[in-house]
């Protein structure tokens, strides 16, 4: 029903920024809240972000707070993560998704894009 695609990763150093993108596909886009996700190798999928359908509100992981924005652009269908002040920690696939609200909790996600890489070298 939704169709998701995760662009603008790729390699940085530490202390550099990338703008992530999600082209979302699909007539009920601006009903859908969407997150941010990201796994690392051997690693648990980890919450980044999450922005709710009118893009009014907005929730962030501890570890990104205050380097990292989420954003919507409803006449594009596209929703961005800005991430600034990168550590090589912050090095996984980006992944985005969407449901109906908000939330912390992979599982609660209907849609997912397939992922963009982001390696940030110290």
């Known amino acids: 029903q939704v169709q998701l695609a995760e662009s603008g990763g790729g390699l940085v150093q530490a202390g550099g920024s990338l703008r992530l993108s999600c082209a979302a596909s699909?007539?009920?886009?601006?009903?859908?809240?969407m997150g941010w996700f990201r796994q690392a190798p051997g690693k648990e999928r980890e919450f980044v972000a999450a922005i709710s359908w009118s893009g009014d509100n907005t929730d962030y992981a501890d570890s990104v707070k205050g380097r990292f924005t989420i954003s919507r652009d409803v006449a594009k269908n596209t929703v961005h993560l800005q991430m600034n002040m990168l550590k090589p920690e912050d090095t996984a696939v980006y992944l985005c998704a969407a449901r109906p609200t908000p939330s912390r909790q992979s599982t609660l996600y209907a849609f997912w894009g397939r992922g963009t890489q982001v390696t940030v070298s110290s």
């Open positions: 699909g007539r009920t886009f601006r009903s859908y809240a």
